[in-house]
């Protein structure tokens, strides 16, 4: 009676195993596919796995266990490497992208004076001695002005990308020496003429 009842439980043991764990999972010779997360910063980046485009991060897939290439690319990066998925595990990879930042379009602003030899500077930036060509200026409205011993002036000159604006400043000119003749009041004397 005690075999019998050793029996039953070993036998209501197994059922219990088979149903909470089916022998697909025991016995199955089938690999489970692997789950493979990958993101990136910054994101849409394209992904490849064995070559074929699988899409762009972040992205979760499933893959066969076993040895696989995954390459990752943006405009300006490109990471290759091997990667092993297992089976029925979660593998997560995380990818800084580089970026190029686009180099920013500059513009010049071309300044004259008259008379020249005026002191010039741009947005409050000194930059030399008109005339100038002033270059290396983003692309929005600047500040010009010009300084010299009779006065200063000042314009506001909008530059665009890859251009030049050109502004001309007219100063007050330098009053040059009176011409004429003087005239002194005493008179002249020589030494040793016994004038006093």
Do not use: C
Not at 59 to 76: D, E, K, Y
Not at 110 to 119: E, F, K, L, M, Y
């Amino acid at each position: 009676m005690a075999i019998l009842g050793g029996i039953a439980v070993v036998v209501g043991l197994g059922a219990f195993a088979i149903q909470r764990y089916p022998l697909r999972q025991w016995f199955s010779r089938e690999p489970q596919p692997g789950n493979l997360t990958i993101n990136t910063r910054p994101n849409n980046s394209e992904v490849l796995i064995d070559g074929v485009r699988r899409g762009a991060t972040p992205l979760t897939l499933a893959l066969t266990p076993g040895t696989h290439t995954i390459a990752i690319r943006n405009a300006s990066d490109e990471r290759i490497l091997p990667l092993t998925i297992a089976s029925a595990r979660r593998s997560v990879q995380y990818f800084e992208m580089k970026v190029d930042e686009p180099a920013l379009a500059v513009g010049r602003v071309s300044i004259v004076t008259d008379p020249p030899g005026a002191r010039v500077a741009v947005d409050g930036k000194a930059r030399g001695i008109s005339p100038i060509t002033s270059s290396d200026l983003v692309p929005a409205d600047h500040k010009v002005t010009v300084t010299s011993d009779t006065g200063s002036a000042e314009r506001t000159v909008t530059v665009a990308a890859g251009g030049t604006a050109s502004v001309m400043f007219s100063l007050p000119k330098v009053s040059g020496p009176v011409g004429g003749w003087l005239a002194g009041i005493g008179t002249l004397r020589r030494r040793g003429d016994g004038a006093r």
